[in-house]
C-alpha cells in the first residue's frame, strides 16, 4: 500500500473531501483515484497539485486529447507504472483509439531511440537551429 | 565536434546521398541537419533511422504536428539540447505557436512532477485502470 | 527472485558473513535485506559497496537523517521501488517524520518539473550563477 | 537564447512584474535569473510555478536549507546543467559549506549506484520494507 | 495485461505469423515472448522494431554476447524490468556466466555514480576528450 | 568551472597526488583529467571513486574494452557529456574502431526504444523469464 496509506472520502476531512469533490465534478465521475488518496496526508500538495492540473488540463492551445497523450508519452518515457495505467484510462475517455495510441508509443520509442543517437555521437546543434 | 565527423553531401557515398535527397525530397528543405550527417558513418543505421522516423513521423491516425509535438515533449523530458532544439523547429514548422509551446512544455513539467510524487508515495495502481 | 539468487547467512562464506555482521552491527539489526544477499553473489562487490555506503552514509557536515532523506529523494526521482521502499524505511528510523516526508516529496516532484521546464525553454545560465 | 527569448523587468506586463517583485523580496534579492524571465511568456504558467515553489520552500518541517539542498541533489541526479548551477547557488546562500556540498553529491552518486545495482540485479522488496 | 492485449500465434494474421516466423527461426526457439504479441496489435511497429532488431543484434564489429551485454546494461541502467528480466535471459543464452554479469552490473552500476558526480560538480570536458 | 574548481597536482596534498600518481601509473599517462581534479575537494570521495574503478574496470570475466565500451554505452543512455566524451577516448585507446562505436550505438539507441515500448503497452514478464 502507499506509504502513507490512503484517506477515503469517508474519513477525509472538509478540506481534502473540497478536492475530492472538486475532481469528481471536473472528471464527471463519482471515485477518486488512489493518487490523490495517497496525496491526501499532505493536504496543501493535494490541493496544489490538483489546481495545477486542472489549470494545465484545461483544453487551450491545445485540445484535451493532445494534453492527455503528451501525459502519457511523458509517463511512457519516465517508466512510471500508475501514470502510464491512468494516463491511458484519461486518455483513452477523452478519445484516444488503439491506433493513436500504437502511434503516439511509436513516436516515444524513437524520439527515446534518436535522443540517444544525438547524445552518443556528440552533435553539435545546427546554427539554424539555434534560437536567435 | 561529433565523435565521428559531419559527412558533407559532397563527400558522401551515393548510399548516403540517396539518403539525404529522400530527406531533402520529404521536408521540402534544401540542406542537412547535423544529426544525419554525423549518423552518415554507419550508412546502415542512417538508412534504418530515417526509414523508421520516416514512417513513424507519416500523418496517420495522429496529424504531423501533434507528433512533432510529442517528439519534444520526449526530447524535453529527457532533457536532450539537440533534440529539443530541433524539435522545436520541427514542430513550429508543422504549425506549433508559442501559445501551444507554452502548453505543452506545462503538461511536460506536470507529468514529471506526478511521476515522482506517484512513486516516492508508493501508490498502487488502482483495479479500475488495469488492463483486463 | 533476484537474478543470481539470494545469499543467506547460513549459506555464506566467511568474507560474505564478516559483512553481514557488519551491516546488522552498524545499523543495530538483526537481519539483513535482500539488497545485500543478492550482492553476495560478487563478494568483491558486496564488500566494496557496503564500505562505500558505510563511509558516505556516516554522520558528517551532514547528520544522518538528511543524508537518508537524500537518498529517499534521489530513489524517488529516479523512481525505484526497492529503494524507495528500503530509504523510506532507513529514513523513518533515522527521524523523518510524515510531515518531512511529505515536504521531501513536495520538493522532489518540483524539481522535476522545474528541471524539464528549463530544458524545454532552452534557458540559458546566468551568468551570475557560473562559477569562476 | 531560450525558446522564446526573456522578457525583462520594463518588458513585462503588470501581471509578471507583480510576479517577479514577489520573487525579489521573497528572495531578498534585486535581480531575476532567467528561468523567470523565460517563462514569463506564459503568465499563467509563471505564477502557478513561482506560486508553488514559494510555498514548497518555505521552512516547515524541513528547514530551508534542507530543502535547498534536495533540489540540487535531484537536479544534480537528472543531470541538468542550469538547474545545478542554480540551486547550487541557492543552497549555497542557504547555508551549504564546501564539505556540505562534497556529502551531498556522494550521496547523490552512491544512490545513483545502488538503484541500478538494484534494478539489475532483480532484487524483490522484502516483507518488512513494504508499507502495511 | 498489455495495453492492447496480447495476440498469439494462431490468432494473428498473415502478416505478424510472418514476423513471428522469422523470429523464432532467427533465435533458434519455438515461443514468442510477450513484447511481440503486444506490439502485434501495430503491425507495421512489429514489423519495422523486429527488422530493426535483426539488424542491430547481428554479429559484426560487435559479437551476439556483447551486444546482448550492453542491452542488458542500457535497461539496467534505465530500471525497465521487462528488458532486464528478457535480456538477461538472451545474454545467458549468448553465453554470459554469472562472473560476467557481476562485472556488468558493477560497471553500471559505477557509471550511474560518476555520471552524477561529473554532472553535479559542473566538470567541463577537457580539451583532449574533445573531438576535433 | 567546475563548482569547487579544480586542484592541480603542485597544488594537492601529498594524500591527492598519491591518488594522482596511481591514476597515471595505472592508466600509462602523464595528465589527470577534470573529474579526479574537481573531485579532489572531497580528498575521501577521491580515494573511494579511484579505487572502486580502478577494481571494477580490471579486466576480469569481461575485457577492458567490454568494460569501457558498456560504461560509454550507460553514458550515453545518460546522456552525460563529459562522461561520453571522456570514455569514448578510454574506449578507442582500449581499442574501440569507428566500426564498434556505431555498433555500440545502434544498440544503446535500440534498447532505449524498446525499454519504453515495453512500458508504455505495459507487457507482462513472461513467465520463463523470470527468475526461479
Not at 97 to 118: I, P, Q, S, Y
Request: glycine share 6%; net charge negative.
Amino acid at each position: 500500500m502507499a506509504t502513507l496509506g490512503l484517506i477515503e472520502y469517508e474519513a477525509a476531512s472538509a478540506g481534502v473531501r473540497a478536492v475530492y469533490d472538486d475532481i469528481m465534478a471536473t472528471r464527471g465521475t463519482d471515485w477518486i483515484n488512489n493518487f490523490w488518496k495517497a496525496l491526501a496526508h499532505d493536504p496543501a500538495t493535494l490541493q496544489r497539485t490538483w489546481a495545477s492540473i486542472k489549470e494545465i488540463m484545461r483544453p487551450g492551445a491545445l485540445d484535451a486529447l493532445t494534453k492527455e497523450m503528451i501525459y502519457l508519452a511523458v509517463s511512457a518515457s519516465n517508466q512510471c507504472p500508475y501514470c502510464i495505467a491512468s494516463h491511458t484510462a484519461a486518455a483513452r475517455k477523452a478519445g484516444m483509439t488503439d491506433a493513436m495510441f500504437a502511434e503516439l508509443m511509436a513516436v516515444v520509442g524513437m524520439a527515446n531511440e534518436t535522443n540517444r543517437l544525438v547524445s552518443g555521437y556528440q552533435v553539435e546543434v545546427d546554427e539554424r537551429f539555434k534560437c536567435k
